[in-house]
């Protein structure tokens, strides 16, 4: 995956850069979409997944889901955080400010970082085992379903916290400019589920090297 | 540059270091795990020889 | 239905304890009232009108945290349920019952808030008083689910509120935009949406979060 990660990636990077056309307003500021929309919907598809894996857990009970949703809720603060930082530079570049409350996706993220955040105090404060891993995995769930309910909710918000004076661009891209917009969004797909195998790996091979020290101690 | 072309660099900058960090901490993470399976390797065949 | 009637028993033993102690209800009102004084103090003289409905919803959030904290927190309220936990009662119905008290709390107090906010700031609309109601159902379900959450691990008097903040607004935006915003019913229509959906996933998941 990390091969078909890295060629995507470099193929979407150079189309967003050289092969897209320029847009008419925003001139080459609006080549940063083609970084924050993906990123966005990455960070989505990580708390999908990450629930989903939550799901299995009290499904199932099997213990390795565990680790699968921490990663993915992991990989999702991460891609969450980048989709902030970079929504916060494009706002600078297209309205002058560092952050407005008009931006949907930008207080939706807002709200969203503050609770998977949470989510990482709740899992510390918590002693391992299964039953830390169950309240992860409910927790999980209800993160997944703040989502709409957020997107919801600063919709309505809209009309008493702040108009939305500025808009940005929709699904009404030329042809040229969505086809770039689906490379970079498979590339960054792609990028997370690299990064997520890799960091599972990681955590999992941690777990069994303790669970081997143990044995060695007593045995 | 353009004040425009300069704010896109830095978002590309941005996602590109935060990549390379999470890889670097990656790697850091399995230097030390190899590191403890050749002392738990050594541990073995202490205990066993 | 033996479950309805497990339900009642742990709502009316969380109840009959509180008529009891007069610990929990007393302080929550106080604070609400002490909340809407200090806000008061707070706001500039010349705020508009429609950011005092603001406080009204942070002074109420910040009572039912108190609350909430209270039924589940304690070290007493800890063994009461590892205890349930081992009957034969359904885990959910422990939610349930948790929910159904919390609420009678979080209603008493707002008796008097609401009218204190009254006198205090601007009169009460009808549709705040619907929001306030419904609100109250979705803070005592999700708050009930988090606060047993918060409570198996360590530091949970400071977790509790890091939980419930992120997931108290969208409540915060209906309360608000059904007293302030033009069209009171669709954000009293989202408030009913946040309450069946929270509730429904609290309810089923109650279970997993204080088995060991």
Redesign the interface.
């Known amino acids: 995956m990390a091969v078909a990660a890295a060629v995507v990636l470099v193929a979407g990077v150079a189309l967003a850069l050289l092969w897209a056309p320029e847009d008419a307003d925003q001139g080459p500021s609006q080549r940063i979409f083609y970084v924050h929309v993906p990123i966005a919907l990455t960070a989505y598809a990580c708390f999908g997944w990450g629930a989903w894996k939550a799901l299995r857990l009290l499904w199932t009970g099997d213990q390795r889901y565990d680790l699968e949703s921490y990663t993915a809720v992991h990989m999702g603060t991460i891609f969450g955080t980048l989709t902030l930082v970079t929504g916060s530079i494009w706002a600078r570049t297209s309205w002058g400010v560092w952050w407005s409350w008009g931006e949907r996706q930008l207080v939706l993220f807002l709200i969203l970082f503050l609770f998977y955040a949470a989510y990482f105090m709740l899992r510390f404060s918590l002693p391992d085992g299964p039953g830390r891993a169950r309240i992860s995995a409910v927790y999980a769930l209800f993160g997944v379903v703040l989502i709409p309910i957020s997107f919801l909710a600063i919709r309505l918000a809209e009309n008493f916290i702040h108009p939305i004076v500025f808009t940005r661009d929709g699904p009404q891209m030329s042809g040229d400019m969505f086809f770039t917009f689906c490379v970079c969004l498979a590339g960054m797909v792609l990028l997370a589920g690299t990064l997520y195998l890799n960091e599972l790996a990681g955590k999992r091979l941690d777990l069994r090297l303790r669970e081997l020290r143990e044995a060695l101690e007593l045995g | 540059m353009s004040s425009g072309e300069k704010y896109l660099a830095a978002v590309y900058l941005v996602v590109l270091a935060t990549v390379l960090v999470y890889v670097a901490i990656i790697s850091a993470k399995l230097a030390r795990l190899e590191r403890e399976v050749t002392a738990l390797a050594e541990r073995a065949r202490e205990t066993r020889g | 239905m033996t479950y309805a009637r497990d339900v009642a028993a742990l709502a009316r033993k969380d109840l009959l304890l509180e008529l009891r102690a007069r610990e929990t209800l007393p302080a929550m009102v106080l604070f609400v009232l002490a909340t809407l004084v200090a806000f008061r103090f707070a706001l500039p003289a010349d705020a508009s009108e429609?950011a005092s409905v603001g406080l009204l919803w942070v002074a109420i959030l910040f009572t039912a945290l108190l609350g909430i904290t209270r039924a589940f927190i304690p070290e007493r309220e800890q063994r009461v349920l590892d205890g349930l936990v081992l009957s034969p009662v359904d885990r959910s119905a422990i939610w349930l019952g948790k929910v159904v008290a919390t609420l009678a709390f979080l209603g008493a107090a707002e008796l008097v808030a609401l009218p204190a906010f009254g006198l205090f700031f601007e009169s009460v609309t009808w549709s705040t008083v619907a929001a306030v109601a419904l609100a109250d159902v979705g803070i005592c379900a999700?708050g009930a689910?988090l606060a047993a959450?918060?409570a198996?691990?360590?530091?949970?008097e400071l977790?509790f509120p890091?939980?419930f903040?992120?997931?108290s607004?969208?409540i915060l935006?209906?309360g608000?935009?059904a007293a302030?915003?033009?069209d009171p019913v669709?954000?009293l229509a989202?408030l009913a949406?946040?309450d069946g959906?929270?509730a429904i996933?609290a309810w089923a998941?109650f279970e997993?979060?204080v088995?060991?």
Not at chain 3, 152 to 156: C, D
């Open positions: 429609r999700v689910i959450m918060a198996a691990g360590r530091a949970r977790l890091l939980l903040l992120p997931l607004l969208p935006v209906g608000v935009g302030v915003g033009g669709r954000y989202f949406l946040y959906v929270f996933l998941s997993y979060v088995t060991e």
